[in-house]
């Protein structure tokens, strides 16, 4: 049953899926839903990705809620400079050294710089472990800098490496 179903959580979300997106539980669509969901984690266990570990789920929860809030905080402070009509903010680019090398840090971490407005990943150098991010409002670089590694590089390190 593995070698047929490797990731089997993947497997039912994407014949939930199937079954949602073509809103019907017939039999049809539950045979070729399923064949999907197979193929689906078949084709996932070819990649060979490594393993995430997670060694305090804790932080990540502390994490998550510290994100959640600076993303309502980033959406109310852009609102406010859309809405505004004064001066045109200062925007621009900020090199952040990193001390993280975990894919699945840096992967998280360019999810919750994207997904808070106002800040865009724009590009890593690993060899040099440089991160280049675009800020709309930029008024103090060493600020962006300590927040990233404060903030978030920080709790990333400590709930992967």
Same mark, same amino acid.
């Given at each position: 049953m593995t070698a047929l179903l490797?990731?089997?959580?993947?497997?039912?979300?994407?014949? $939930?899926?199937?079954? %949602?997106?073509?809103? !019907?539980? !017939?039999? $049809?669509?539950? %045979?070729?839903g399923s064949l999907i969901a197979v193929a689906g984690g078949?084709?996932?266990?070819?990649?060979?990705?490594?393993? &995430?570990? %997670?060694?305090?789920p804790a932080a990540a929860v502390r994490l998550a809620v510290i994100v959640l809030l600076d993303i309502v905080r980033s959406n109310i402070a852009v609102a406010r400079i859309i809405v &505004? !009509? =004064?001066p045109p903010v200062k925007s621009g680019f900020v =090199?952040?050294?990193?001390?993280?090398?975990?894919?699945? $840090?840096? &992967?998280t971490l360019a999810c919750i710089i994207t997904s808070t407005p106002g800040t865009v990943w724009v590009s890593f150098d690993s060899a040099k472990g440089l991160l280049l991010i675009h800020v709309l409002d930029l008024i103090?670089?060493?600020a962006w800098v300590q927040l990233i590694k404060t903030r978030y590089e920080r709790a990333l390190m400590e709930i992967f490496e």
């Open positions: 490797p990731h089997p959580v993947l497997s039912a979300f994407l014949l $939930g899926l199937w079954l %949602l997106l073509n809103q !019907s539980i !017939s039999l $049809g669509h539950f %045979l070729l078949l084709s996932i266990s070819t990649i060979e990705m490594p393993r &995430a570990r %997670l060694r305090k &505004a !009509s =004064t =090199t952040i050294p990193l001390e993280l090398r975990d894919h699945y $840090g840096l &992967a103090d670089e060493t």
